[in-house]
């Protein structure tokens, strides 16, 4: 069971099903993430890397363009994550992992990458706005 808390509400239903739950023979373990990106932010981030990757092959504009002249490479979600969206974050976070962002670093780095497609490319996707988190 994984539970996101950002309500009083939230957390009074939290507690409520942290009370009723049984110990059992082996307990069970609790997991606090202060501040950072929410799991509607992470599948948010995921849907993002697979639409731009989508958008730019359909523009035509598939890997060689950014990367490697002499080679057709189709964007995919992954490299989209690790080309461009990581690159992005080390230089302006000095994060390695998408896990140790907090929300609004995510928001900020979209933002980043969003403004530098939209003039660059004339790319624009919105990252998906019921997983903003």
């Known amino acids: ?5 950002k309500t009083e509400a939230d957390r009074q239903e939290a507690i409520k099903e942290l009370t009723e739950r049984p110990l059992g023979e082996y307990g069970f373990g609790l997991e606090f993430q202060d501040g950072k990106r929410t799991p509607p932010q992470n599948r948010g981030m995921h849907l993002y890397f697979t639409m731009l990757a989508n958008a730019l092959n359909d523009a035509g504009l598939d890997m060689r363009k950014f990367l490697k002249p002499e080679i057709d490479i189709p964007w995919t979600p992954q490299s989209i ?10 230089a302006y ?12 670093e995510v928001s900020e780095i979209y933002e980043i990458l969003a403004r530098h497609l939209s003039q660059k490319h004339s790319i624009f996707v919105a ?3 019921q997983e903003r988190g």
């Open 1 to 5: 069971m994984s539970t996101y808390v």
């Open 93 to 104: 976070c000095d994060k390695e992992s998408t896990t140790e962002l907090t929300r609004k």
């Open 81 to 90: 994550k690790k080309e461009l969206w990581a690159k992005i974050q080390i």
């Open 127 to 129: 990252f998906p706005e």
